[in-house]
Structure formats: structure tokens, C-alpha cells
């Protein structure tokens, strides 16, 4: 059934602007579309700028990463901490991050660190919420009877704590990656100079649709594939922790 | 060995500023000599498990104190006493054997004795069978037999098991009665059990410790003076039954406060 919905949908887009019923400098046919994915393929103009959003990614998501996991874990070992935390974390999480960018603008430039700050920003909140969550939650009755037995610190870690806030911090990190890559992408669209949506906009601005909506499927198929691979790797998790 | 001492042991909770401040237990003393199955019976709240946290060492009274063979307990005491508790303290990600090993390395046993101490164990609760399960694959009576054999593993001369069945139905609770009054028949541990079940609590133990509402005291100790292993036999006794007609009658008007008051656990 949605399968049939989308192969009606492409099905009336490429008749339509086929047709001339709709603005093919708005709407391009689907076949211009398949020619200049092709292109960009085969050119190998597409790599230096899908390689500048992956690696902007990857480096805010390592930065954010690295911060919400530590500053999580530290605020879940108090209770204290997390009272106080958790809803001013979570209040700010819901605080439009796209706002920051101007300022990052000024502080980085329009190259990509300006980019990889508003990823790790986007980031940060869902990792840092999961790994609070995670960690904050663990059932008091399996810590008290890991305690009974003399469990040292570090043997509470791995052995209790570790593997029941898993499955919650995975499920935080893939959030934060499709963020990240989403801020990214975002990012790039207002003020660059590379990276997939840069040329998204450049393609628009240039009257050239059929580009600009090829270098969108690239970046529609890298979202599916972060998140299929995460998906993936959560699924994982759980089942060998449950 | 393994004779407890409680001695005017009083456990509060919250802030002496904080108006919810309770007082679970009060003045408690009570001598559980080397050996015996003691039962510890009351209403909700009347700081049962608290005394067993305080015997373990997970938690200070507020005042009194508690000694095992003479010594003063400081903090936990992993070599000498082993917890069950109820449903779902086992890790549910590790297998029965593998949770049985985990408690061994907690206790510091060496990796090559851990092993065989483990299998003693699991053999000694039936689950051979069951030893690569995990939690979720077994029944709600399998899974105290587990952590009975975690417990038993550690080898300690005293067990506080903190209403090990309480989430099984009566039937099951009462077989694992009798498996365990089996078991330990041969292991002369010093065991508290604390239990909401009034045959449960005759079934099992030399002595009932019947507590009073909050804040808990003791109001008696009831001897319950039958050889273990006990068996089907004894379950359906008329003794069995005079000493738990006898147990109510002591609860009855402690609970109904309880209810009123509405105090909770």
C-alpha cells in the first residue's frame, strides 16, 4: 500500500511535469533528475562535497558524543544533579538550535567548523538527556543486591550499570546523529562555501532544478542509511541486553 | 558461626527537620543464635527489609547497633552474608550461570575456583538444565532458585533473604517452602526470612519474630518447635495450623492499624 502510494506520487510528478502541467523550472521531470544524478555520480564532482558534510558530521558528532556522554554520566551519579539538570537540559533542548548559527557564523566563519558546531550543538541534547536517563534509572534492587555481594566501583560500572543504561544511551546517539546530520546539512544551506547543501543552494540558485534535486536524493539516501545502519546497531544491542 | 545480635537498633528516614521523618523501626533487639531459620513477620512499613539492610551492612541505624559473632557490622559483609531478594534482582542480560559467576567475582573468589563453585550451586537448586538461560526465559520460581544458587555460591554462614517469594502464586511459594527447608537442612545456615505469609512464616522457622506497626518493635517471638527438613506432612498439621491461627491473632490488630494509618511500605 505505501509502496503504491509512492509509485503514484513519482508516477503523477513525472507526467505532470513531463506534461508541461507543472513548472518544470520548479519541478523538474523525474527523468532530468535521473540524468544529473548520473552526472554527478559518474563525474565525480559529487565526492569533495559529500565528503565535507560526512566529515563535518563525524566531527560534531564525536565533540557531542564525548561531551553528552561524560557531562550525562557525571550528573546521573547524583540525584541531586539531576533534578537540577535533567529539565534545564531538556528546557533548552527544545530551544530552536538554528538560532545559534549566526552567532557560530561570527565566531567560526563560513567554513565547515561554523557547521560541525551547529551539528554538535543539535547533537549534544538528545545524547546527553539518553545517557542521564540511562544511567540515572538503574534498577535500585539490582544495584543493592550487587552491593550485598561487594561489588567494587568499577565492577558496578560494567557489570550493572554499563549494560542497563546501554540500550537507552544507544537509542540517544542515533538521535543524535540524524541531528547532527540534519544541523549539518541545514548549516550548509544558509552560509557555506562547501558540502552537499551548499551545492543544494547553488543549484537552486542557478536555475539548474534537476541538479539540485539530485544532489537532494544523495543526501535523502546518506539520512536513510545513517539511520538504517544505527537502527541497525540498536537492534543489536537490545536483543543481546535483554 | 554466624550468630546475629540486634541491640536497640532504631532506623529513621528522611531529614529530623523534615516533617515526613519516619521512624520504621524502633528499639529493636533480637538474638538470631548460629544456625537457626528466623522468620520476620509485621505489617507494611515496620522496617523488616531496613533490619535486614542493617545486618547486611547496606544501611547504618540511626542508633543500637548489630554485631555477628561479636563483631560490630561497618558495612557490607559479602564473605559472610549473601542477600535474596525479590523478583528481578537478577541481571537480566547475563545468563544463570553467568550471574552466578558475576557474584562470585564481586566476591572476590579467584577465577579458577569460580567455576566449580558455580556448578555446585545451580546443581544444588535443580537448574542444571537452565544454566545458559536467561532471566526472561524462566518462570518466576526458577528465577528465585537462581538467585538462590547466586546466594549459595558465596558460601557466606548467613542468608537474609527479603520476601524471596513474594511474587510467585501460593502453590509455587509453597513447594519452593519445602525445597528450601530441604536444602538448608544440610547447609546449618543462619538465616533471617522475612515473609508476609503466615504459613510460610510457620512452615519455615525455628522462630517468628512478629513486628508492630510503624515504627516497628518487636511485640513477640514465637517458637515453632518442629525437626527441619519440614515436609508436606507438616504443612497440613494441626500444629501448623494452631501456630498460624496464633500468628494472626497477633498481626490482626497491628495490619488494621496499618490500613488505618495508611502507612506504607
Not at chain 1, 539490582?142 to 546501554?166: C, K, N, T
Not at chain 2, 554466624?2 to 516533617?19: E, Y
Not at chain 2, 542444571?128 to 528465585?144: C, E, I, N, V
Amino acid at each position: 500500500m505505501q509502496v503504491a502510494c509512492i509509485v503514484a506520487f513519482f508516477a503523477a510528478w513525472q507526467v505532470g511535469s513531463s506534461t508541461g502541467y507543472l513548472d518544470p523550472l520548479i519541478v523538474p521531470p523525474l527523468s532530468a533528475i535521473a540524468v544529473a544524478l548520473t552526472a554527478l555520480l559518474g563525474g565525480g564532482a559529487l565526492w569533495p562535497d559529500a565528503g565535507v558534510t560526512l566529515f563535518e558530521l563525524a566531527i560534531a558528532f564525536a565533540l557531542a558524543a564525548g561531551a553528552g556522554l561524560t557531562a550525562g554520566f557525571i550528573i546521573s551519579r547524583s540525584a541531586l544533579a539531576v533534578r537540577v539538570f535533567d529539565p534545564l537540559l531538556a528546557g533548552l533542548y527544545a530551544i530552536p538550535t538554528i538560532l545559534l548559527f549566526p552567532s557560530y557564523l561570527l565566531f567560526f566563519g563560513i567554513g565547515p567548523p561554523s557547521k560541525i558546531a551547529l551539528g554538535a550543538t543539535m547533537a549534544f541534547f538528545p545524547i546527553v538527556l539518553a545517557t542521564i536517563a540511562g544511567f540515572a534509572h538503574v534498577a535500585p534492587l539490582r544495584l543493592r543486591a550487587a552491593r550485598s555481594m561487594g561489588a567494587s566501583a568499577p565492577q558496578l560500572f560494567w557489570y550493572v550499570l554499563l549494560p542497563e543504561a546501554f540500550p537507552v544511551v544507544l537509542a540517544g546517539l542515533r538521535m543524535g546523529l540524524i541531528l547532527g546530520f540534519l544541523a549539518v546539512l541545514g548549516g550548509e544551506t544558509l552560509t557555506s562555501n562547501a558540502g552537499l547543501g551548499h551545492q543544494i543552494v547553488t543549484a537552486a540558485e542557478s536555475l539548474d532544478p534537476p541538479k539540485m534535486f539530485a544532489y537532494i536524493v544523495v543526501a535523502v539516501v546518506l539520512a536513510v542509511a545513517l539511520n538504517g545502519l544505527t537502527s541497525y546497531a540498536e537492534q543489536r544491542a537490545r536483543t543481546s541486553a535483554a | 558461626m554466624g550468630g546475629i545480635s540486634v541491640r536497640g537498633v532504631t532506623q529513621t528516614f528522611g531529614a529530623s527537620d523534615d516533617a515526613r521523618r519516619v521512624t520504621a523501626l524502633e528499639d529493636t533487639t533480637l538474638e538470631i543464635p548460629s544456625g537457626e531459620l528466623m522468620c520476620l513477620i509485621g505489617p507494611s512499613g515496620c522496617g523488616k527489609s531496613s533490619l535486614l539492610d542493617i545486618i547486611a551492612g547496606l544501611a547504618k541505624p540511626a542508633a543500637g547497633s548489630v554485631t555477628i559473632d561479636g563483631e560490630p557490622v561497618r558495612g557490607p559483609l559479602p564473605k559472610r552474608v549473601s542477600f535474596v531478594f525479590q523478583e528481578n534482582a537478577l541481571f537480566p542480560w547475563l545468563t544463570v550461570e553467568e550471574n552466578v559467576l558475576a557474584a562470585l567475582a564481586f566476591q572476590g573468589v579467584p577465577k579458577a575456583e569460580r567455576r566449580a563453585r558455580a556448578d555446585e550451586a545451580i546443581a544444588a537448586v535443580g537448574l542444571d538444565a537452565f544454566r545458559a538461560h536467561h532471566p526472561r526465559q524462566l518462570s518466576g520460581g526458577m528465577k528465585q532458585r537462581a538467585q538462590l544458587a547466586r546466594a549459595l555460591s558465596l558460601q557466606t554462614e548467613i542468608l537474609l533473604m527479603d520476601e524471596p517469594f513474594a511474587a510467585l502464586d501460593e502453590q509455587t511459594r509453597l513447594l519452593l517452602g519445602e525445597d528450601l527447608s530441604v536444602l538448608l537442612a544440610r547447609t546449618h545456615k543462619t538465616i533471617v526470612f522475612v515473609t508476609h505469609s503466615l504459613v510460610e512464616a510457620v512452615f519455615l522457622a525455628d522462630r517468628v519474630a512478629v513486628f508492630t506497626a510503624r515504627p516497628g518493635r518487636i511485640k513477640t517471638v514465637l517458637n515453632v518447635d518442629e525437626p527441619h527438613p519440614r515436609t508436606r506432612s507438616f504443612m497440613t498439621s494441626a500444629k501448623l495450623a494452631g501456630l498460624r491461627n496464633e500468628l494472626y491473632d497477633l498481626l490482626h490488630d497491628e495490619v488494621r492499624k496499618t490500613m488505618e494509618t495508611g502507612a506504607v511500605a
